[in-house]
């Protein structure tokens, strides 16, 4: 019975989570002065009108600034239509204070997101260029969990300096006496000696210690997932946002033996970012199969973990993404994700960790290409 409850949880989260994508919520509010004894309808609807237009801003305010600089572009056909982009609007709270004729409304609002979005990619440099004028575009993209881990002891130097200093003096003293005695057939001597001495001898020592800690950083391994079905999200996002997008396995071929995804996914297996000579050779692989852009970055799959609000399985994913422009001499980087984290939810390990990838491919695919909209980019 407990597992159909959270099997029930975990279908309900991977539903939510779909119709999260096409809808979100927000809330707004709006204030209103009036004549008469009580508020009357026009003013009501006039401020409600109002709240749902705050709650549009506040969401996109709240987005980051590429997807609000897209909403601002866009501003009065949005505003104007709210029908189309409002699915349902609640009160959430309401005051008519007669003594100071204010009409005030808090509202809860549904937002179309498809249609939010398609209103902007209209607008958009991308929705008025030709098939021929749109620019081809591939990403490296890899899914990865760390699999292994070595860290080393620290290495310690000790040093220790000794000095040793005497100081002493000795002193003799030596005091005798000598007598002689004659008679008429012989000579016979005496004589004493005294001998006294002091020695006096002072030693110190001073020691001095020191030395030094050495640490040599953790070396991590990484295990790749396969992410085929993260390639149709990207690749899809892509599309959608007007590039051409070519497979990289795809662009292999022509890149002059320049390209390797295979290298590149080497490099990610034991790295956190690529080597340099290997993006060195990347970007020229691209230039000569005439790729003028590069989507490439990692995703970091975290270890499962309990939820304790749900009981289900708990997976994070940190992204790390970027968009480059290939076609000067030097790269320029012309949009960049993270690090971000996502979490995703399911009865079982594998369901959580597949969950938690889809929404950081999704959120980070709408950010990169919310930023390249913002600069004209196609």
Partial sequence: MQMKRHVLIASLLVWSSSVLSQTQYSTGGATLNYTGKVAPQAIKDQASQMAEAKA???????????????????????????????????????????????????????????????????????ANVTKSGKSKLTFLFVARQASDLTTYDPHVFKRVDTGLKTNGSTSVAENGTEGETVTKTQVSTNATKTASGVSLVNTSAQVESGGSTVRKVAEVSYRLFPISSLDAVFGNSFKTAGFRVIEATDVEPYSGGKLHVAMVQEDYKTSLDLKSQTLVDVEAGLRNAQIPYLALGTLDVGFATPDPATGLIRVSVIVN??????????????????????????????????NALKLAAQNASHDLISQLTNSGIH
């Fill in 321 to 354: 993404a970027k968009i480059m422009d290939l076609t000067d001499t030097i790269p320029e980087t012309v949009a960049t994700v993270g690090p971000v984290q996502y979490n995703g939810l399911g009865p079982t390990d594998t369901e959580a960790q597949t």
């Fill in 56 to 126: 549009i801003e506040a969401y996109y305010a709240k987005a980051g600034q590429s997807d609000f600089t897209n909403f601002d572009s866009n501003r009065d056909k949005i505003l104007g239509n709210l029908d189309r982009y409002v699915l349902e609007a609640t009160v959430v709270n309401e005051q008519d204070r007669t003594d100071a004729k204010q009409y005030s409304v808090t509202i809860r609002v549904t937002l179309n997101m498809p249609a939010l979005n398609s209103a902007i990619k209209e607008s958009s440099a991308v």
